[in-house]
């Protein structure tokens, strides 16, 4: 009888690290605290995954605490980040895992990171532009931008929340505004439409993806996302009819997953491993690696914006170099054209949004 009573109170052990802050013992699932001996510090970076308990947090959260890199992984959410923290945390890998939730905590989920990513926000459903996500993602954007400038002001951020096109000049704005942008550190992740432009390339030519390396450059979509197939690693040709349906499919590549999970959100596990390799390739710069190249949304020179996404190297300090666009040809020129007209109204709604 006590032996059930006693299994019926589900006493789980849960070591310090796991809690937060203004944890008590007790309750249905009786937490109790077990100190365990300290850890001997580790070497890497501390990462925080903001939106950690969502369709791309959760298998981002995963793959980041496989990275030997990661020493610290902070897993921040409005819901679920309790039952996400414990669950990962028990993978056998270096990183220590800590989980917080909701805006009471986001202070502590900051403080001390050197890389932030963001998958928070709502996803599309078919019929819906990444533009109408706008309304609720630049409001979340701004509020977890504000975390950073006061807690982590010098951390690298990867902003995944769409539409990109809009919500890094949110960020931007936001810290120019709190006195803290440095723009080398803001980098909206375009990784997935590379990934795509690699798969689909590498289709057509019948090599394996991962020989094939694919420049997207100007935004993240629809025609703003510009692949340069003229630059195709290794040098390939196209008929025109190939070059049509790459750039259509690599364009509405995230549509394409909208309508086949048919309201049930947008691209998660690509999108996770996308964010994964992105902020791999970005903590690697951080640790000097040499010559760690990938495109990205960033504050740049290479047109008359004031963003586009291009090849950048990464280094100690973000993005240290933003690479030009090389020749293009006049398929490619044209669809510039077009990126640059729907970019620049993006680009403009996100900095309007904060300065009002
Ligand atoms: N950049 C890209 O290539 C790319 C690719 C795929 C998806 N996305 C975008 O990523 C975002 C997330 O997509 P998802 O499929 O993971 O959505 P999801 O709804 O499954 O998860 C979003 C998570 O964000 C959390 N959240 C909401 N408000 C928050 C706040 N204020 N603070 C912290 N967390 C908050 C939610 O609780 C949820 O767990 C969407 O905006 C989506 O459009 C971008
Ligand atoms: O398409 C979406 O809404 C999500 C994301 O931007 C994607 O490209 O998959």
Not at 2 to 13: K, L, M
Not at 14 to 24: D, E, G, R, S, V
Not at 235 to 257: A, C, K, W
């Amino acid at each position: 009888m006590e032996a059930n009573a006693q299994a019926n109170r589900r006493i789980a052990t849960i070591t310090n690290h796991l809690l937060p802050p203004n944890f008590q013992e007790g309750g249905d699932v009786h937490l109790k605290r077990v100190d365990c001996r300290a850890k001997g510090g580790a070497p890497g970076f501390k990462v925080a995954i903001l939106g950690a308990a969502g369709g791309i947090g959760q298998p981002l959260a995963l793959l980041m605490k496989m990275n030997p890199l990661v020493s610290v992984l902070h897993l921040y959410d409005v819901v679920n980040a309790p039952g996400v923290t414990a669950d990962v945390s028990h993978m056998d890998t270096g990183a220590v895992v800590r989980g917080f939730l909701g805006q009471p905590q986001l202070e502590s989920a900051l403080t001390g990171m050197d890389l932030v990513i963001i998958p928070a926000g709502v996803p599309r459903k078919p019929g819906m532009t990444r533009d109408d996500l706008f309304k609720i993602n630049a409001g979340i954007v701004r509020t977890l931008c504000e975390g950073i400038a006061k807690c982590c002001p010098n951390a690298v951020v990867n902003l995944i929340s769409n539409p990109v096109n809009s919500t890094v000049a949110v960020a931007a704005e936001v810290f120019k505004k709190a006195g803290t942008y440095d723009p080398k550190r803001l980098l909206g992740v375009t990784t997935l439409d590379v990934v795509r432009a690699n798969t689909f390339v590498a289709e057509v030519l019948g090599l394996d993806p991962r020989e094939v390396d694919v420049p997207v450059v100007g935004g993240h979509a629809g025609v703003t996302i510009l692949p340069l197939l003229s630059q195709v690693k290794p040098p390939s040709s196209f008929s025109p009819g190939e070059v049509d349906y790459l750039t259509d499919r690599i364009q509405n590549g995230g549509t394409e997953v909208v309508e086949a999970k048919a309201g049930a959100g947008s691209a998660t596990l690509s999108m996770a491993y996308a964010a994964a390799k992105f902020a791999d390739a970005c903590l690697r710069g951080l640790k000097g690696e040499a010559g760690v190249v990938e495109c990205a949304f960033v504050a740049s020179e290479v047109t008359e914006l004031p963003f586009f996404a291009t090849k950048v190297r990464l280094g100690r300090a973000g993005a240290e170099e933003v690479y030009q666009l090389g020749p293009l040809n006049e398929y490619e020129r044209m669809g510039l054209e077009k990126a640059k007209k729907e970019l620049a109204e993006s680009i403009q709604k996100g900095i309007d949004f904060i300065r009002g």
